[in-house]
């Protein structure tokens, strides 16, 4: 194909031409950048939790008035909850994945040290990383003799009496990699507000209940501290009795103390789908931009085509008496496509480069991956194509008589 | 010129299927960019007319503590200090520089109303001195406020707002009423009309932004404090200061936990009211010896806002997308205009060949593009509207916000006209170019 007539012909359209580019152009910048924001906003939503969703259930009610023994109570719910039919295993803690609210601490690793290494969110509660089905990856689960009552762990710290305080902890497998990169956790120490922590086991992940930082999503520790709160989770043998033991365990909890009002009950999957509510509406959203600007470039590709191929009838109609074939037309205005959709997306490369770049400094988004480029550039040739395609028949089915007319 | 808007209306009515095409590519930029544009537009703006300009954060460093206190979120420090230990507060109030001024935390705690059967409820309440109502100008439905001679008394009293009275007693004629806080009885001398500025900037750490969450009354801070109610996180504690009672509460009056305003009328006033924070300061320090104090701040509503970066990023981004979308949409309509322009060489032709100058060419076709885009732009509404209403379904604390205000009605033809001129621009100048002599001869 002989592309020096069509930039010839190029040259004396400048106007209409240089529309042409600029729309490919700038829609190739947009769409490469909003797609890269829409993967990273499915990153997030599938992220991991290290946890078994599919099995668990969080409840968490109030007590109405001033309430004693709040111990004997959780002893007696947990009993209660252990015998509702269709549960595992049963833990009361103070938070849980994706609830929105946690406690967190910030760690060193020397107690001289003046600013904290890190900042990890703590899980307590007795038997909470078997219901919460985390996988231990080295060292052991915290056992019933580590725990220690909140309370009496309150009155220590207040007394900054170090042996009323637990001294272990389970740490997960990231926070052990930012605290000591590259060697084995097991048996290092942590501080706390003074207090030293010893690491005795590591968890494949655990996620924080409230992510603020991506980067720093399953620093977390587990202490080994029994909680009342009236917050507990419970996981079920069975997915598809979920409701039901959901149900049958507020009913139960309700029985045991009528005094109090739940605040929530939840399946752990659902709790996750309203956590990443705000990305899976951004997803959606940069999605219908990306296919409205797609279509209305296509539109003008097509406006524009049309135009073209009705301007030229008569030149058409000469080239195809003096013996052009229809695919020779038919290629003719497929190569011009090609060859403005290059440009444009050779321009837009570096416009979605520099729109990414100006993302990183203000929005602290990673690099834009080399693939979005080969990829994004395929996807407008065959947008350009596509939407060159009706024209071009047009053009090409312009009789060879035409040129013999109005002249 | 007439007869210039004449041509370019019969011109629109000419080609109709790429008139709409046009018509439609401008209304979905537009009602796009309008959208994110109203929504940025309310987040952004005056949380209190009038008020706000005068309106100032007063902060000092007095904490006695090692800068290790500045807390680290995992490698990134963010110092994010604004608020004061309420002995300072104390000190400042009864210097009384300002014309009004106030000490306050928002605090979320459990509270029920009176009788045998009292119902209770767990909400936002604002802990503050005197000064608060009328510096931020709440408005009471009916009572009074507290005085400062209540505030020195440590008066049991509150003010809450009609809406929290007709959710907790049944009634706005609450006056007299006991209302349970704490382990303390609160008379209530006043009930308020509900105060939700947008964002709740004078206490950011609570929450920012949502008609959902307000500070449903206003209590005596050292009252609140007598009944037993805790103020919510700090800034940051003396370390000589005793020893706390639970692992998770902290002393006001040796950790920083109130955030203190004053209204200060003119910037001549602002500047004298910080040389005296920062003689405060340095007093201060003379008394407790400890090195490195960052020096006295007065921050105003606006700066405070924008230092506080209070816009979501994800609004932002949106609005720099829509933004792209609509150029987009412009370059599209350009091409689409160029296209019909140039079709009609032939009577451009001899309109210039009968006299017309390129100026007249180029005004008629500008003025097409500029219908073109006003009519757009009447499409857009209701789109916008649509817009808004999709993005207040969404829950996420602010969007509630997303409504269209006269400022941004008149904004959304402002830009549609805009929009018009400038894509209109080049294919207008283009068919001006045309060369009257070829046309006519190839006619």
């Known amino acids: 194909m002989d592309i020096l007539p069509i930039l010839s012909t190029l040259r004396r359209h400048k106007t209409t031409a240089f529309l042409v580019i600029a729309e490919i152009a700038l829609t190739c910048a947009i769409v490469c950048n909003a797609v890269f924001i829409i993967n990273q906003r499915i990153d ?66 020397d107690p001289k040290q003046r600013l904290a290494t890190a900042n990890a969110t703590d899980y307590f509660g007795e038997n909470v990383t078997q219901t919460l089905g985390t996988q231990l990856i080295a060292g052991r689960e915290l056992k019933p003799d580590d725990y220690m009552d909140m309370d009496q762990v309150v009155t220590a710290a207040a007394a900054k009496d170090a042996k009323g305080i637990p001294h272990v902890t389970v740490i997960t497998q990231n926070l052990a990699q930012r605290l000591w990169p590259g060697q084995s956790a097991l048996g290092k120490q ?116 049309s135009f073209w191929v009705a301007q030229r009838r008569r030149q058409i109609g000469v080239r195809r008496a003096l013996g052009a074939t229809r695919s020779n037309i038919l290629r003719y205005f497929q190569t011009e496509n090609f060859l403005l959709a290059t440009i444009g997306i050779a321009v837009g490369m570096v416009l979605a480069y520099g729109i990414n770049l100006l993302l990183m400094v203000h929005y602290e988004l990673p690099r834009l991956p080399a693939i979005y480029f080969p990829v994004g550039a395929l996807l407008l040739w065959t947008i350009g194509q596509l939407a060159v395609l009706g024209p071009a028949m047009r053009a090409a089915a312009v009789p060879p008589v035409v040129a013999t007319r109005s002249v | 010129m007439r007869y210039n808007l004449m041509l370019a209306w019969h011109g629109l009515k000419r080609f109709p299927r790429s008139t709409v095409l046009a018509v439609v590519t401008v209304a979905m930029g537009l009602a796009a960019t309008m959208t994110t544009l109203a929504l940025l537009h309310q987040l952004t703006a005056d949380p209190l007319p009038g008020r706000s300009s005068h309106l100032y954060l007063a902060w000092v460093d007095t904490v006695r503590a090692k800068p290790t206190q500045n807390q680290s979120l995992n490698g990134i420090t963010v110092d994010q200090r604004h608020r004061i230990k309420l002995r300072d507060a104390e000190e400042l ?37 005197s000064e608060f109502l009328p510096m931020l100008g709440v408005s009471l439905r009916s009572g009074r406020s507290w005085t400062p001679a209540e505030d020195q008394a440590h008066a049991p009293v509150v003010v809450i707002d009609s809406e929290m009275a007709v959710s907790l007693y049944g009634t706005t004629d609450v006056l007299g009423r006991e209302f349970h806080l704490g382990h303390g009885v609160f008379r209530i001398i006043g009930v308020s009309a509900p105060f939700a500025p947008q964002p709740h900037f004078y206490d950011l750490a609570s929450f920012t932004f949502g008609n959902l969450r307000r500070d449903q009354a206003f209590v005596p801070l050292r009252s609140l404090l007598d009944a037993g109610v805790d103020l919510a996180g700090d800034d940051g504690c003396d370390v000589d ?46 008394l407790v010896g400890a090195g490195h104090a960052r020096p006295a701040q007065l921050t105003r509503v606006d700066a405070w806002l924008s230092q506080q970066n209070v816009v979501p990023d994800n609004v932002r981004l949106n609005a720099w997308l829509a933004g792209s979308f609509l150029l987009l949409c412009m370059a599209n309509v350009a091409g689409l205009l160029a296209a019909r322009f140039l079709r009609r060489s032939a009577e451009i032709g001899i309109r210039r060949a009968l006299g017309a100058p390129q100026r007249a060419i180029f005004q008629q076709h500008v003025f097409e593009a500029a219908m073109i885009c006003l009519l757009g732009g009447f499409l ?64």
């Open chain 2, 241 to 286: 200061s005793p020893k706390p009672k639970t692992l998770f509460t902290s002393d006001p009056m040796y950790c920083a936990s109130v955030s203190y305003w004053v209204d200060l009328p003119d910037r001549a006033k602002a500047s004298d009211f910080l040389a005296y924070l920062q003689r405060y300061l340095d007093n201060q320090q003379a």
């Open chain 1, 190 to 305: 942590i501080y706390m507000s003074d207090y030293a922590f010893t690491v005795v086991g590591v968890v494949k992940e655990l996620i924080r209940p409230s992510i603020w930082d991506d980067s720093a999503k399953s620093y977390t520790m587990v202490l080994p501290v029994r909680v009342a709160n009236n917050e507990y989770i419970v996981r079920v043998d069975d997915p598809k009795n979920r409701e039901r033991v959901l149900k049958a365990a507020v009913a139960k909890l309700k029985e045991i103390n009528p005094h109090r009002i739940v605040l929530k009950q939840h399946l752990l999957s659902n709790m996750r789908e309203d956590f990443f509510q705000n990305d899976r509406a951004m997803a959606g959203l940069l999605l219908g931009v990306c296919v409205a600007l797609l279509v209305v470039t296509a539109l003008g590709i097509v406006g524009l085509g």
């Open chain 1, 44 to 109: 997030r939503i599938n992220m991991e939790s290290g946890v078994d969703e599919q099995h668990l259930l969080h409840i968490a009610l109030t007590n109405i008035g001033v309430t004693k023994d709040d111990k004997a109570r959780r002893a007696e719910d947990l009993a209660a909850l252990q015998q509702v039919p269709g549960v595992v295993s049963v833990a009361s803690v103070n938070q849980v994945p994706f609830g929105n609210s946690s406690s967190n601490g910030s760690i060193k690793l």
């Open chain 2, 380 to 443: 857009a509404l209701p789109l916008t509207l649509f817009g808004l209403w999709t993005l207040r379904l969404q829950d996420s604390g602010f969007t509630d916000l997303a409504t269209l205000d006269p400022a941004m009605f008149g904004a959304l033809f402002a830009l549609a006209f805009a929009v018009g001129i400038i894509t209109g621009w080049l294919p207008a100048w283009r068919a001006s170019r045309i060369e009257p002599g070829l046309q006519v001869k190839s006619a």
């Open chain 2, 93 to 129: 109030l009864h210097d009384h520089r300002a014309t009004w001024q106030a000490p306050m935390a928002s605090v979320f705690t459990q509270f029920k109303s009176d009788g045998d059967k009292p119902r209770k409820g767990s909400d936002y309440l604002l802990a503050t001195t």
